[in-house]
T-cell receptor, first 113, second 108 residues
Framework: DAGVIQSPRHEVTEMGQEVTLRCKPI?????LFWYRQTMMRGLELLIYFNNNVPIDDSGMPEDRFSAKMPNASFSTLKIQPSEPRDSAVYFC???????????FGEGSRLTVL | GQQVMQIPQYQHVQEGEDFTTYCNSSTTLSNIQWYKQRPGGHPVFLIQ?????EVKKQKRLTFQFGEAKKNSSLHITATQTTDVGTYFCAGNNNDMRFGAGTRLTVKP
């Protein structure tokens, strides 16, 4: 298996622009997680899905952030409008069981100018 | 809510020295996981501990889970330059919380 695939790997955008990050989980994994990593706050769980249904989105910073999982093989994390404080590495991870071994993608490094 | 504290934040050792990182939770955990993230990389799963007092070994790495299931440690014996990276614990109590990580650097 190719592992968890994320795109883009790097994104540089200007404040106010919309950003969409994409993730393809490992086939057969029922759980998908979005994490954000910064130096100041470490690894934060934003949201996770079970069988494409959002289960816990309490970590989503604010209404500017939204996440969807239209099918078992694809998820998006959208930021609209983006702000400089959103600059971070966003990781997608998937697992067989909830909070079991997490398989992380390589991350999307977002820079908002 | 659940808090997971990890110390130290940084550790610099000479190659061949031992290294230990500690993780403490404010609540009892169902299990705890450990991950390693190489510089510029992504977290990679190392191990999961479930039982009270559990000890597991992977070559030079020893993982322990406390009797109260609130603390854990990772010990590396005789560090090598390939051990460089940040080690994270992640505590599970119906909510996977990552510690801040311990960044290990190894001087050859």
């Amino acid at each position: 298996d190719a592992g968890v695939i994320q795109s883009p790997r790097h994104e540089v955008t200007e404040m106010g622009q919309e950003v969409t990050l994409r993730c393809k989980p490992i086939s057969g994994h029922d759980y998908l997680f979005w994490y954000r990593q910064t130096m100041m706050r470490g690894l934060e769980l934003l949201i996770y899905f079970n069988n494409n249904v959002p289960i816990d989105d309490s970590g989503m910073p604010e209404d500017r952030f939204s996440a969807k999982m239209p099918n078992a093989s694809f998820s998006t994390l959208k930021i609209q409008p983006s702000e400089p404080r959103d600059s971070a590495v966003y990781f997608c991870a998937s697992s067989f069981v909830v909070f079991g071994e997490l398989f992380f993608g390589e991350g999307s490094r977002l820079t908002v100018l | 809510g659940q808090q997971v504290m990890q110390i130290p934040q940084y550790q610099h050792v000479q190659e061949g020295e031992d290294f230990t990182t500690y993780c403490n939770s404010s609540t009892t955990l169902s299990n705890i996981q450990w991950y390693k993230q190489r510089p510029g990389g992504h977290p990679v799963f190392l191990i999961q501990l479930v039982k009270s007092g559990e000890v597991k070994k992977q070559k030079r790495l020893t993982f322990q889970f406390g009797e109260a299931k609130k603390n854990s440690s990772l010990h590396i014996t005789a560090t090598q330059t390939t051990d460089v990276g940040t080690y994270f614990c992640a505590g599970n109590n119906n909510d996977m919380r990552f510690g801040a990580g311990t960044r290990l650097t190894v001087k050859p």
